[in-house]
């Protein structure tokens, strides 16, 4: 397999494209530390102060790549986003932002840019998202072209693109894990958990890639979370809780445009804080009502979420956490998963960390 750099290069030789990228910022010094990077990988850079400099920019280039701040004066990103998408569709967009506007770079995902920075960046990963940006620009650029000559070649295309799709979702759970650096790697465990507690229920593989999808992605609604709460070294009152407990409808809001194929996962992430006898939330489903894959998670999160360590507390062993499950089944557990889980953990599916 050719190098990451050789498929870019070869991404943009193939359509007869010189290697240009427009950089849009209002900071001098972060153009600069851009522009620096950009041209030092062989682009020709063309660098403006704000959106309608870069749309000037565009009409005399068509760049295939653009790397734009989210929040400048006069046209700001999401503005130049709609602008560009509109008039250059196979432009890739990466948009720049702060940790704190991380929602709003999600729903620049929604209106097509390609993935998103977050302030400060390290000059490895800014390489690292525009080969991947660019490579997902050139399989939409094939794709199109496939989908007019053979219907094989679309859906080998459509799985790579799959693939792009479910890394951007992944660096969602990443960026949430630099606001609540107590919950590291938490997303991954039930990913894992609830995959083996599918296993032992006999779920489809299809089922199976979307709870480890929305195990990945179960809490990213905790973004828009206030950090004060999420990090608070201390047991939460009950306004803190109740505002914690958004995340899940906030996460199925921010995702629901994204996910449209992955539906199981979505449930995953608006009910896996539903309880089996419907004093859950957000919906207060009870029983069956919730979906199977929400039940799956809601076991898998809360064994995790018991065997982790807080700042206030220590967390359980394995074993008193296997019998706080035994012993909620019923009411805030399906007893059903509960025993699929004791299967999976006596089977050696479940381990700690």
């Not at 490579?135 to 799985?159: D, I, M, P, S, W």
């Not at 693109?161 to 759970?173: D, P, V």
């Not at 999808?213 to 306004?239: F, M, Q, S």
């Amino acid at each position: 397999m050719a190098p990451p750099q050789a498929r870019l290069d070869q991404a943009l030789v193939s359509h007869g494209e010189p290697r240009k990228v427009v950089v849009v910022d209002d900071e001098p010094r972060l153009r600069q530390v851009l522009v620096r990077l950009m041209s030092r990988d062989g682009f020709e850079c063309i660098d403006v102060p704000d959106g309608h400099a870069a749309l000037a920019a565009m009409e005399e280039h068509a760049a295939p790549l653009l790397l734009s701040d989210l929040r400048m004066p006069g046209m700001d990103g999401v503005e130049l986003l709609k602008h560009v998408r509109e008039r250059w569709p196979d432009t890739a967009v990466v948009m720049i932002t702060a940790v704190a506007d991380v929602e709003v770079a999600v729903g620049c995902l929604g209106l097509g840019a390609m993935d998103y920075l977050t302030k400060p960046f390290h000059l490895e990963e800014v390489r690292a998202r525009v080969r991947q940006a660019l490579e997902k620009r050139r399989l939409v650029v094939e794709n199109r072209t496939y989908q007019r000559q053979l219907e094989v070649r679309v859906a080998e295309q459509a799985r790579r693109l799959e693939t792009l799709f479910l890394a951007s979702m992944q660096s969602l759970a990443d960026a949430l894990e630099v606001k609540d650096p107590y919950t590291r790697g938490h997303s991954v465990r039930v990913s894992r958990y609830a995959a083996a507690i599918g296993r032992e229920l006999g779920v489809d593989e299809a089922m199976l890639a979307q709870l480890e999808l929305g195990g990945h992605l179960h809490d990213i609604g905790k973004i828009g979370v206030r950090e004060a709460v999420l990090n608070k070294p201390g047991p939460l009152t009950d306004d803190e809780y109740a505002h914690i407990m958004t995340h899940p409808e906030i996460g199925w809001r921010l995702l629901t445009p994204l996910l449209t194929e992955a539906p199981m996962a979505l449930h995953v992430v608006r009910s896996h804080h539903e309880r089996f006898d419907g004093s859950g939330v957000p919906d207060r489903l009870a029983g069956e009502s919730i979906p199977l894959e929400a039940r799956i998670a809601a076991v898998a999160d809360s064994f995790d979420a018991m065997t982790s360590q807080r700042p206030y507390r220590s967390g359980l062993t394995m074993e008193a956490a296997r019998s706080e499950l035994r012993r909620c089944a019923g009411t805030q557990y399906d007893p059903r998963i509960v025993e699929a889980f004791e299967r999976a953990a006596q089977a050696g599916g479940i381990t700690l960390g």
